[in-house]
């Protein structure tokens, strides 16, 4: 509604001009005008709503029909196309400049085209968007403020750090308590927001926090914390970290935390919480009263704004939340095995010694080598010394061995004979994890391909009188002189029916055979 029409309406409804001047911001003389005119050149009230207002200027100042009368801008479209990332009301103006001198019409010049859209957000009691965009950025901090978590069996009080995060544009706020203020927290206080908000915008801006960002130098790209840029990745945002000494880049955020000290935390300082679960209850319950409180200088709210004008704007989010991953080094051993908190995952055997990355989360182990994915495992829990091993990752000779175990290490020791087996029980018994001493037992296994079963036996016997647990080099060394076969036997060894039995299979050469 242009202002002639909207000047008409209120008089026709007995406002005074002083009022209605003071209602639609605009001069008394230019209220004055539009009354005289009237007056010289009277029109019913039914009539007004029908007229456009181009025609009801016609009528009012009939003088002003042989001048060419500028097209008027839509100002609904260009409010909603200065919602969009990059468009300036100079870039509009240029457009409907454009539009005017193809259709051969008469154009406002730039300064009332922003002035008659700026009398357009006034009449409306409209948000003007200049300074920031809709769904643009993501503005994130630590408060300086904590709050106390009280131990309900101790009674010990420790500090709630305070995670808050504002849409400069709505200035819609969320904040979360946290434990500590370390990567995990920080990382999965952004993921809860994302959910709380239900997207997520183009560009977060943080401030320089070691958690999020690990330098930021004056004329060079700050280099953010791998998790944490990952996480920025995966729901699609850019970091934008806040200049040094530049509190301008982040003054929404630091203006919501002194707000939300104001209107939550003095809220909450006389309450006694024993968990977190309980405390970001109670900050959720006043967060809504804070966002849903009327702005003071205009209409709506900060939740109005976001809900009506915002959210459309938002990414949408991927279908699984980010899972928060640490990075670590490690270094491949000789048994082509990395050991992450006391558990051990094969990799291809060709990066031994290699210095690799490690991408660890709550469920899952992925190994890097120069930025490639060598190997990746399901997470080992329970009882240190445990082994994740990828047949494929062994060399060829260690995968022949793959699939042994303890139990067929006994029963391949006992076809070979008892001192065998009890050389290999004793062995696999010696070790805290039983998975160590494998190597020993293949050792022993490959003694029975060089030398036989029957001397092999004879080896261990000879051994197990010299000490509790052999080892291999005893064992190897007996075989190596001939010991085993020198030295003086009992008579009744002669006997066959002492001998030791062999069926078939083993001396058809299946010596590994169960």
Known sequence: MSNEKEILTRFFKGDSQRTIAAVLHVSRNTVAKVVQAYQEHPIEASDL???????????????MQDLPVQAQPEYEFIHKELLKSGVTLKL????????????????????????????????????????????????????????????????AVSKAYLFVAT????????VEACHDMKEASWIQAHIHLLEFLGGSARLLV???????????????????????????????????????????????VEGSVGQVTTHIIAKLRNRQFFNLQEMNLAISEELDQFNDASFQKKDGSRSL?????????????PKFPYEYAQWRKAT??????????????????????????????????????????????????????????????????????????GQRFRRWGQNCGDAVFTVVDKQLSSYRVEEQAYQACLSLLKLADTYGAQRLNTACSIALRQVPVPRYKLIHNILVTKKDQTIEKPPAAASNSHAFVRGAAYYGGNHHGE
């Open 206 to 252: 943080s401030d320089n926090l070691k958690t999020g960002i690990l330098t930021h130098r004056k004329h060079e790209d700050p280099i953010a914390n791998r998790a944490y840029q990952e996480m920025a990745n995966h729901y699609g945002m850019a970091l934008l970290p806040a200049r040094i000494l530049a509190p301008k880049d982040k003054a929404a």
């Open 305 to 317: 704004v976001f809900q009506e004008e915002e959210l459309p704007f938002l990414q949408a989010l």
């Open 92 to 155: 509009l103006w240029e457009e409907y400049v454009a539009d005017c001198r193809q259709a051969k019409k008469s154009y406002f010049m730039y300064s009332q085209y922003c002035k008659r859209y700026r009398d357009f957000v006034d009449l409306h009691r409209l948000t003007m968007h200049i300074h920031h965009k809709p769904g643009e950025r993501l503005m994130v901090d630590w408060a300086g403020t904590t709050l106390p978590l009280h131990n309900p069996v101790t009674g």
């Open 332 to 405: 491949v051993q000789l048994n082509y095995h990395i050991t992450l908190d006391y558990q051990n995952y094969s990799v291809p055997y060709e990066f031994v010694r290699k210095r690799v990355d490690v991408r660890l989360t709550a469920n899952m182990v992925e190994i890097y080598y120069e930025g490639r994915r060598i190997a990746s495992h399901k997470r080992i829990l329970g009882r240190r010394g445990q082994y994740a091993t990828v047949t494929e990752h062994m060399p060829i000779n260690h995968q022949l061995y793959s699939h042994w175990d």
């Open 49 to 63: 709503k029908q007229l456009n207002p181009e025609t009801l200027i016609h009528h009012l100042f009939p003088q």
């Open 167 to 174: 849409l400069p544009f709505s200035m819609y706020c969320y």
